[in-house]
């Protein structure tokens, strides 16, 4: 963990083949400054975050800070850059000061090459956060998956991409169902993470009287009791839980995200099967946490805003693409940098319709602007529901509004399985 201090995080991050333990076996992973996940990056609203990344890899690659709210332009959060192997580049991202406390992650963003990196290691968590953390600082759990054949990380058929890969190894902080000992009764906070290229978790939280505290990079006004959080690829929960008296396990349900039903992925479904996430053991000589009060910036409820603009983006599968595969498009168009699908005006707030016309769940995600679900796939959402990537079941449609407040500049939306972004459903915006 790297705190930032007087206001700046400056870090290098170098990426690069690294060797590392899970389940007692070496594997060749590819890492940010040597480990899996790479360090997690503490910082405040209003501070700048100056990363000198060492690209190491023997491929492009670059960096995207998924959650921060922040401009997507010149050496801040820009997905378009291309960092050619070998090279450095000196990003430097300014956190506004009225960004919210929130959970955020970073990773790779260079599109054809995204799910290969992200799967391979490449990700860690970004927290913003202004409470003290002199104490106890708060769990962070970061989920991925990968699949090991002979200490490499597996390579995926056309089949699985377009499924979206799953892996066969579910890693919490880059092991394999670690434990949390805390003191029985005792409060944890957990700052959960879905790192996983496709693998939606539906995360099991009966018997630890769980509140959820925040979604995504955004705090709930009030942290609510829950029983169960269902996390797809790049979601992330604030979630405090009680130690129970005796061992238990916190899992992830099976969770069926439809079926690639034509041609020749015919029938298959695509399931992220239940996995075991940590096991939270009662110990009373570890240390107490302290779960501090949730200070909360309230958010202006979007439901009641003046809506300057609606549009509906309609995302499909089908057809044969140039390989032979099934084509990932939004409008009928696969991804073009060099095309600009959306364009909004700085200052104006937009109701956007997310229609999924496939047979497969596509959790859609838009940089650096939270959007605010307002109406599910058969009702209208009853709270202030803020998210950055929100899922839109098989055949099904959700919308949300976002208030494009500020940031002029070009940036992306795509689908969150990485493999499908990978694929083309992917597109870009411009804000002027
Ligand atoms: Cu985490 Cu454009 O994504
Ligand atoms: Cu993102
Ligand atoms: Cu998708």
């Known amino acids: 963990m790297l705190s930032s201090e007087n206001g700046v995080l400056e870090l290098d991050l170098r990426l690069g083949a690294t060797d590392v333990t899970i389940d007692g076996t070496t594997v060749r992973m590819l890492s940010y400054n040597g480990s899996v996940p790479g360090p997690t990056l503490h910082v405040r609203p209003g501070d700048s975050l100056r990363i000198h990344l060492h690209n190491g890899l023997d491929e492009p690659t670059n960096l995207h800070t998924h959650g921060l709210v922040v401009s997507a332009v010149g050496n801040s959060d820009n997905p378009f850059l291309r960092i050619a192997p070998g090279e450095t580049f000196d990003y430097e991202i300014d956190l506004p000061d009225d960004h919210p406390a929130g959970v955020c992650w970073y990773h790779p963003h260079h599109h054809g090459m995204v799910a290969d990196q992200l799967f ?27 699949t090991v054949v002979d200490g490499q990380v597996a390579g995926v058929s056309g089949v699985e991409r377009m499924l979206g890969r799953t892996g066969q190894t579910l890693l919490t902080n880059g092991q394999v169902t670690p434990a949390l000992r805390a003191p029985a009764g005792g409060r944890e906070r957990l700052l959960v993470v879905n790192a996983c290229s ?29 029983q169960r959080v269902v996390l797809t690829p790049g979601n992330r929960a604030d979630l405090v839980i009680t130690v129970p008296s005796s061992p238990v396990e916190l899992t992830a349900a099976a969770y069926d995200r439809g079926q690639a039903g034509m041609g020749m992925m015919g029938g298959q479904s695509a399931v992220s099967p239940e996995a075991t996430v940590l096991s939270i053991v009662p110990d009373a000589e570890a240390p107490a946490s302290v779960v501090a009060d949730a200070s909360t910036t309230p ?54 319709t997310i229609v999924n016309q496939s047979p497969m769940n596509h959790p859609f995600h838009l940089h650096i602007w939270p959007m605010q679900v307002v109406r599910g796939a058969d009702s209208e959402v009853q709270t202030v529901d803020v998210r950055d990537v929100v899922d839109v079941p098989a055949r099904q449609s959700v919308t949300v509004r976002i208030s494009f407040d500020r940031f002029p500049g070009n940036t992306l939306y795509h689908c969150h399985i990485l493999d499908h972004e990978d694929l083309g459903m992917m597109g870009v915006i411009q804000a002027r």
């Open 120 to 146: 391979a290691g490449l990700y860690g968590a970004i927290i913003v956060d202004e409470d003290d953390w002199a104490t106890v600082p708060p769990r962070v759990v970061v989920v991925s998956d990968v």
């Open 198 to 226: 496709s693998r939606y978790l539906d995360l099991e939280l009966a018997g630890l009287d769980a509140q959820l505290r925040g979604r995504d990079s955004v705090r709930l006004a009030q942290p609510r009791s829950t």
């Open 299 to 352: 958010r202006p409820d979007l439901r009641v805003a003046a809506v300057d603009a609606t549009r509906t983006l309609t995302m499909t599968m089908g057809g044969m693409g140039g390989g032979g595969g099934m084509r990932f498009l939004i409008d009928g168009r696969a991804f073009d940098p060099n095309r600009v699908d959306q364009t909004v005006r700085v200052g104006t707030v937009e109701e956007w």
